[in-house]
């Protein structure tokens, strides 16, 4: 597997024909398409949304503008399963291919990611097209094609990964976090505990 086979495209803020400024909730169309240097992505508004613009699309789906786009990064670092795929596919971890595979799809899952189109490259590496439904970008995912019981292993590794950094995160913090047992809750091992002393 190539280093750019994944990628996360933004989308643009304007469209790229007329250079109309998209407004909240107006409606705009995508297109991929493949270049010598790989897949490039454009954005489209309705009226310039032609037959002779989608002749070349690759794949092309229509979503919503959502304004403003919540920064990628929340205040507080906390490690979830949007950020560990971030941060995965800008470090190009090419031994990662499983697991930023298994995050997309729990993304998916959790509604945060659209799947907009599957690609098959010449070489049959099949690539998935997600789009952030709230950032509109698009995130390029090659299926490495896991079989049901790889599928189970990798899903219950990026689980533990996700939950061992955020308690970490947690012992960090030193903070309460909601639906935690409360504090003075003792452990199940630890010893009943002695009469107080009168
Ligand atoms: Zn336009």
Same mark, same amino acid.
């Given at each position: 597997?190539?280093?750019?086979?994944?990628?996360?495209?933004?989308? =643009?803020?304007?469209?790229?024909?007329?250079?109309?400024?998209?407004?909240?909730?107006?409606p705009?169309?995508?297109?991929?398409?493949?270049? @010598?240097?790989?897949y490039?992505?454009?954005?489209?508004?309705?009226?310039?949304?032609?037959? $002779?613009?989608?002749?070349?699309?690759?794949?092309?789906?229509?979503t919503?503008?959502?304004?403003?786009? %919540?920064?990628?990064? %929340?205040?507080v670092?906390?490690e979830?399963?949007?950020?560990?795929?971030r941060?995965?596919?800008?470090?190009?971890?090419?031994?990662?291919?499983?697991?930023?595979?298994?995050?997309?799809?729990?993304?998916?899952?959790?509604?945060?990611?659209?799947?907009?189109?599957?690609? $098959?490259?010449?070489?049959?590496?099949?690539?998935?097209?997600?789009?952030?439904?709230?950032?509109?970008?698009?995130?390029?995912?090659?299926?490495?094609?896991?079989?049901?019981? $790889?599928?189970e292993?990798?899903?219950?590794?990026v689980?533990?990964?996700?939950?061992?950094?955020?308690?970490?995160?947690?012992?960090?913090?030193?903070?309460?976090?909601?639906? @935690?047992?409360?504090?003075?809750?003792?452990?199940e091992? =630890?010893? %009943?505990?002695?009469?107080?002393? =009168?």
């Amino acid at each position: 597997m190539k280093e750019q086979d994944w990628d996360i495209k933004a989308r =643009s803020e304007a469209c790229s024909k007329c250079e109309h400024e998209y407004e909240d909730q107006e409606p705009f169309y995508s297109k991929l398409t493949f270049e @010598e240097d790989g897949y490039h992505r454009s954005d489209f508004c309705e009226k310039c949304w032609t037959d $002779e613009v989608q002749a070349s699309a690759l794949s092309r789906w229509r979503t919503i503008y959502r304004s403003p786009a %919540p920064p990628p990064e %929340p205040a507080v670092k906390k490690e979830t399963a949007e950020s560990l795929l971030r941060e995965l596919i800008e470090t190009d971890r090419m031994e990662q291919a499983n697991t930023i595979y298994i995050l997309a799809v729990m993304l998916e899952r959790k509604r945060i990611l659209v799947e907009r189109d599957v690609q $098959e490259r010449e070489d049959g590496t099949l690539i998935r097209v997600y789009e952030h439904k709230k950032t509109n970008e698009v995130f390029m995912i090659p299926d490495p094609r896991l079989k049901l019981a $790889e599928l189970e292993t990798v899903q219950a590794e990026v689980i533990a990964m996700l939950d061992g950094t955020a308690r970490a995160a947690q012992q960090e913090l030193s903070a309460p976090v909601g639906g @935690e047992p409360a504090p003075e809750a003792a452990p199940e091992n =630890s010893p %009943p505990e002695a009469p107080p002393a =009168s």
